[in-house]
């Protein structure tokens, strides 16, 4: 049960924080390759295109590191 809840926390955390990643690569790449900013087709491109991708790739990522971690069985007990 334990590995059920690493595995919904990290997929949750993964969404999160791949998409927010993404939109920083986003951009970055708006910036480098000039997209028109006319009537926000460079927003519309950062968050319809790279920050989908990024939460679709850290989603499983997060989960997994999480499980995989979990299984792993990390000692959090303080050192005496």
């Known amino acids: ?33 000039e997209v028109s900013k006319f009537e926000g087709g460079a927003g ?8 989908p991708v990024g939460a679709i790739i850290g989603a499983p990522l997060g989960a997994w590191l999480l499980v995989h971690l979990g299984k792993r069985g990390i000692n959090t007990t303080p050192v005496q």
Do not use: P
Not at 4 to 29: D, T
Not at 45 to 50: D, K
């Open 44 to 51: 519309m491109m950062v968050f319809f295109i790279f920050m």
């Open 1 to 33: 049960m334990k590995l059920f809840f690493l595995g919904v926390l990290g997929l949750i955390l993964g969404l999160i924080g791949g998409g927010a990643i993404a939109v920083g690569v986003g951009s970055i790449c708006v910036e480098v390759f």
